[in-house]
């Protein structure tokens, strides 16, 4: 069983409720973070972060079709690069005591395999995000710093709104727009692509 953390009754007129903010804190009964199986089964993303069981509703049509650009982009690159290996649809890992979900995520081989059936536990070289409906780009970075300081290196935020992508590491940020190319990155050999490749669905 899964409840709010705070119940609301939209049908009152003394509330006026007119909106929710995105995460919605759950509280389920019992589960184990790092066993996806048991985890409250519902449409949407969960994740675990600082105690707290996070909601988001699914994924619109923006954000869905260029996540899907994204992950064709680096799975067609992985099979030039068969030293890693890509994660996408929620990719969970495990790093402190939170259970977090990139939209892809590039780990390198030896750290992401054997598998187990559990969400990885080691951080990926890359994380991906993209902007959703009901995401700012704010809320974006918060994660993207989150990431950095779990021993990811490099995050690419993606902004369909804008196209642009927001390039993050330890070291600073690059924004790029359509027309330019993401920049190398020695941890992630030959990983250059266009910013269109991105968006290549919306803009056909």
């Not at 509703?57 to 992985?78: E, G, H, I």
């Not at 690069?81 to 590039?106: I, Q, S, T, W």
């Not at 190398?184 to 250059?192: D, S, T, V």
Request: hydrophobic residues 45%; contains cysteine.
């Amino acid at each position: 069983m899964v409840a709010p953390a705070i119940q609301l009754f939209p049908d009152d007129h003394h509330i006026g409720l007119v909106g929710v903010r995105f995460p919605v804190e759950l509280r389920a009964a019992s589960f184990a973070p790092e066993q996806p199986s048991t985890w409250p089964k519902l449409d949407g993303r969960l994740e675990f972060v600082g105690g707290r069981l996070l909601y988001m509703p699914p994924c619109a049509d923006y954000q869905q079709d260029v996540a899907m650009d994204v992950a064709f982009v680096l799975r067609t690159w992985s099979e030039r690069h068969p030293e890693f290996v890509v994660g996408g649809n929620e990719a969970g890992m495990k790093l402190g005591g939170d259970v977090r979900a990139a939209n892809a995520a590039v780990w390198h081989a030896s750290t992401a395999t054997p598998r187990s059936g559990r969400v990885r536990s080691a951080p990926p070289v890359l994380a991906v995000e993209v902007s959703g409906e009901d995401e700012e780009e704010q809320a974006l970075r918060d994660k993207a710093r989150w990431y950095l300081e779990h021993g990811v290196k490099v995050v690419w935020l993606v902004l369909p709104d804008t196209r642009e992508v927001l390039v993050l590491s330890a070291t600073g940020e690059t924004r790029l727009a359509l027309g330019q190319t993401l920049p190398a990155n020695e941890q992630l050999p030959y990983l250059q692509p266009a910013v269109a490749q991105l968006f290549a669905q919306l803009d056909r």
